[in-house]
């Protein structure tokens, strides 16, 4: 799927990863996403997405 910040990548021949994750409703944090993809969270943006 792709969203509005991966349509910028793309435009702009940034190249990109998207990662996932086991999400925790109690935890949403950043920081803590940083974590789960083993990543420094100065190197993560993060963008949630949703399917209803």
Do not use: C, W
């Not at 702009?12 to 083993?38: C, F, M, N, R």
């Not at 990543?39 to 993060?46: A, I, L, R, Y």
Request: proline content about 8%.
């Amino acid at each position: 799927m792709k969203t509005n910040a991966t349509r910028l990548l793309d435009k702009l021949g940034i190249p990109y990863q998207i990662l996932s994750y086991e999400v925790d409703p109690d935890d949403l944090a950043a920081l803590s996403t940083a974590h789960k993809v083993g990543f420094p969270p100065e190197q993560v943006f993060k963008t949630l997405t949703l399917k209803t």
